[in-house]
Antibody, heavy 117, light 107 residues
């Protein structure tokens, strides 16, 4: 069974940093691209970042480019998102998703990031 | 950026009714259009991939069609458990974008 479990969310002040993690299990993690998608409270879905297998390509939404860094550790079946210079508009539930042939076929339960003074 | 516009934004429907949700793309995206279902307080789940292919385990009452710029998600004989928000999503151009969502309420 594919499982994605996010962690690392919390309350942080504007300008602060936070690191999110996603523990993957139930599939050959190294063979899949992975993504972060976020959802602000009561709002729709927004793609944040993607990383291919072997980290060959890395993509970011313009709204986070230069502030967020996606990475993966295939030995630990883990995906990370380092978030710096956080803003109020980054407040959201952050989902880890598995990328499979251009779809997000499995989603974690999400971890909540709140940016507030 | 490819903008995806869904209609309607909200629909109140009765069980066993047939429901159609549309998604229009601001430019051609071929068939790289996927549909997700998000029930209250749950994470989204993939329903339909590449416009018309049902994902594993999805009930047969869900179907998708379309290509290019116009796409449709159809739910035949709606069930109470289908109360959710439905999103279309394109993977053809960067940035990846989602529609604004269509919320289905069951009467």
């Amino acid at each position: 069974e594919v499982q994605l479990v996010e962690s690392g969310g919390g309350l942080v002040k504007p300008g602060g940093s936070l690191s999110l993690s996603c523990a993957a299990s139930g599939f050959a993690f190294s063979s899949y691209s992975m993504n972060w998608v976020r959802q602000a409270p009561g709002k729709g879905l927004e793609w944040v970042s993607s990383i291919s297998s072997s980290s060959t390509y890395i993509l970011y939404a313009d709204s986070v480019k230069g502030r967020f860094t996606i990475s993966r550790d295939d030995a630990k079946n883990s995906l990370s998102l380092q978030m710096n210079s956080l803003r109020a508009e980054d407040t959201a539930l952050y989902y880890c998703t598995r990328g499979n042939n251009s779809t997000n076929d499995y989603w974690g339960q999400g971890t909540l990031v709140t940016v507030s003074s | 950026e490819t903008v995806l516009t869904q209609s309607p934004d909200f629909q109140s429907v009765t069980p066993k009714e047939k429901v159609t949700i549309t998604c229009r793309a601001s430019q051609s995206i071929g068939n790289k259009l996927h549909w997700y279902q998000q029930k209250p307080d749950q994470s989204p789940k993939l329903l339909i991939q590449f416009a018309s292919q049902s994902f594993s385990g999805v009930p047969s009452r869900f179907s998708g069609s379309g290509s290019g710029t116009d796409f449709t998600l159809t739910i035949d004989s709606l069930e109470a458990e289908d109360a959710a928000t439905y999103y279309c999503h394109q993977y053809h151009t960067l940035p990846r974008t989602f529609g604004q969502g269509t919320k289905l309420e069951i009467k």
